[in-house]
């Protein structure tokens, strides 16, 4: 079975730090761009990061850029999103989406992070 799984999330004080995984299983994620994106309650979901398959090309959305970095570790099938001084207008559930030029691409299930004192 194909599937993107996120963890990491949680309840998190605002200026805290999560750092969220997503791991593939029944593929490898070497040829796969990878993105990261959120959905709060009431709102679009909206696309927060990205980086190539090789790693060597990241961009971010400017609400998180200088907060959040995206990286890959393709000998673990695992791509992180480590978040830091996290603000509650974070909250949000977070994604992330792997994307194949000919495959297509796939949808983790989701993973819940809340900012709040």
């Known amino acids: 079975q194909l599937q993107l799984v996120e963890s990491g999330g949680g309840l998190v004080q605002p200026g805290g730090s999560l750092r969220l995984s997503c791991v593939a299983s029944g593929f490898t994620l070497d040829d796969y761009g990878i993105g990261w994106f959120r959905q709060a309650p009431g709102k679009e979901r909206e696309a927060i990061s990205c980086?190539?398959?090789?790693?060597?090309?990241?961009n971010y959305a400017d609400s998180v850029k200088g907060r959040f970095t995206i990286s890959r570790d393709n000998a673990r099938n695992t791509v992180y999103l480590q978040m830091n001084s996290l603000k509650p207008e974070d909250t949000a559930v977070y994604y992330c989406y792997a994307a194949h030029v000919v495959v297509g691409g796939y949808w983790g299930q989701g993973t819940q992070v809340t900012v709040s004192s």
């Open positions: 980086i190539s398959s090789s790693g060597g090309s990241t």
